[in-house]
């Protein structure tokens, strides 16, 4: 069991189960001050969370990084469920690597965000 959870009794009812807290991807856009302090982050955030009509009217071709577990790692996105999409092929291309990522992770559990590998 991981640690910080409570075994659930009952594993199909999870609202009765003690979860971690963990923030998702549009709190973290919401946050004062991560604008400021994360530019490179943010913006990419904001873009990949657009409504797909928007994405394919105002395309966003910024790279992110960031690290994770004392490594640098590629954002290739977030998902509506608040996660960050992570690889560690730092010249990954969207149009030619898979898969997508190769980890899901909180956005809390990364750091040092920037624009380069």
Do not use: I, Q
Not at 83 to 99: A, G, Q, R, Y
Not at 101 to 111: I, M
Request: net charge negative.
């Amino acid at each position: 069991m991981a640690e910080g959870r409570t075994p659930c009794p009952v594993p199909r009812v999870l609202n009765e189960c003690e979860l971690p807290k963990v923030t998702h991807v549009d709190d973290w856009l919401d946050t004062p001050g991560n604008a400021k302090e994360h530019p490179a982050a943010h913006a990419f955030f904001e873009a990949f969370r657009r409504p797909a009509h928007v994405k394919l009217t105002m395309p966003y071709d910024g790279k992110l990084f960031c690290t994770w577990r004392g490594a640098r790692y590629r954002v290739t996105g977030c998902s509506r469920m608040g996660d960050v999409w992570l690889h560690s092929k730092l010249d990954w291309n969207e149009d030619k690597d898979s898969p997508f990522y190769e980890h899901r992770v909180a956005v809390d559990e990364c750091s040092e965000w920037g624009t380069d590998g």
